[in-house]
């Protein structure tokens, strides 16, 4: 249930009604907008059956919230969040770029892609350390030795750094070298990831699970955020058809569905929506004509000899190039790539 409060009710009232939330057992997470201040209310709201909320003082109504996910709700939070990532502000005019390689392979291989996509105009650089692979045989990542050259690449280029964490055990060591976590589709369901990631407060992108519907996803991160974590950022990157044309099917309607049901932040991974690098430039304008907040890419100074998902990743001449057309559609709907 949310309480909405009357437009020039004072902090006086909003204090009297947290009060008796928490008298009730109850907590109340806050969201002041342009037009109202409204109160979400975080719990069993049958133990209000005796507070007459709606007759307090500033109250305009109470109105209950149907969807399992309350702190990811646009109800909650109608003006929409904006995710911090040390400075870096994800949501609202200002798009994010997000870039760099599948896997981190050498010091030399990440420096180079840290320096060109940097140069592009992205603000964060990606990586996998650690790598869930479909086939046990496949390149598994340089793991912590790969967190370790991301932020030495990071600092030297002055990006942020986002990498995927597999397991809630890895969360303390992740923690020293990356500015934000990323969960992977196949661990969007890893309950027990999710609660752990959301009581370490490291902001998190939190991909799509590949079958998985869009309330599930945002499930998954009401999970996140019931542990007191609000910087958490969607990406929807492909989910599985029928189709074999391309490596997933980009869920395009996604963005505005989750713009309409949701207050978080959602970004656009085309890589591997697409699984061919012919195809990212034409998915990754059409995100952004969608409204989303930013893009993830994959990009290899040699996507030839890339040690995993070749066929997929850009060279730094193609992400500039890229990057360029981005702009152009981002002027056209509104938004502005960093400066």
Known sequence: MIIVMKH??????????VEVLKAHGLGANLSTGAQATIIGVLGDK????DANLELMDGV???VPIMHSYKLASREMCPDGRVAEVGGQRIGGKQLVLMAGPCAVESEEQILEAAQGVKAAGATFLRGGAYKPRTSPYAFQGMEDEGFKLLRKAADATGLKVVSEVISHDQIDTAAKYCDMFQVGARNMQNFRLLREIGRSKVPVLLKRGIASTIEEWLDAAEY???EGNYNVVLC???IRTFETATRNTLDV???PVVKERSSLPIIIDPSH???KSRYIESLSLAGIAAGADGLIIEVHPEPKVAMSDAAQQLTIPEYQALVKKVGAVAAAVGRELPC
């Open 253 to 255: 309607s996604a963005v």
């Open 273 to 275: 929506a697409a699984g």
């Open 236 to 238: 929807e990157r492909g």
């Open 46 to 49: 049958s133990r209000l059956a």
């Open 8 to 17: 020039g009710s004072t902090q006086e009232n909003v204090d009297k009604i």
């Open 224 to 226: 996140i955020m019931s």
């Open 60 to 62: 305009e109504k109470c």
